[in-house]
């Protein structure tokens, strides 16, 4: 089982990126996604979720209206694109899938996103 994000990296204020996260090794369409973010002496908090079909998404209200989370189950792949981007995004982004009935939780590496001028 892997989770691969990537497309972080250093932006500066009011900037966009798109995170994308694809998975293997397991039934990517029957897993809830999520995207957590950790900032440095802080706790994992989560940001975005998205259901297994991708009809109902969740978002933390940090980032309501400036995130957005999709997936593509063809492609086993969950992105989040981030607009209107601020210093306090500055974060490890995560992505995370669960499965609530099989009881099976994987995790990313983590993708580092600097917003900075």
């Known amino acids: 089982v892997q989770l691969v994000e990537s497309g972080g990296g250093l932006v500066q204020p009011g900037g966009s990126l798109r995170l994308s996260c694809r998975g293997s090794?397991?039934?990517?369409?029957?897993?809830?996604m999520t995207w957590y973010r950790q900032a440095p002496g802080k706790g994992r908090e989560l940001v975005a979720d998205i259901a297994a079909t991708g009809v109902t998404t969740g978002y933390a209200e940090s980032v309501k209206g400036r995130f957005t989370v999709s997936r593509d189950n063809d492609k086993n792949t969950v992105y989040l694109q981030m607009n209107s981007l601020k210093p306090e995004d500055t974060a490890v982004y995560y992505c995370?899938?669960?499965?609530?009935?099989?009881?099976?939780?994987?995790w990313g590496q983590g993708t580092q996103v600097t917003v900075s001028s």
């Open positions: 995370n899938a669960k499965h609530y009935s099989l009881g099976r939780d994987y």
């Open positions: 090794g397991f039934t990517f369409s029957s897993y809830v």
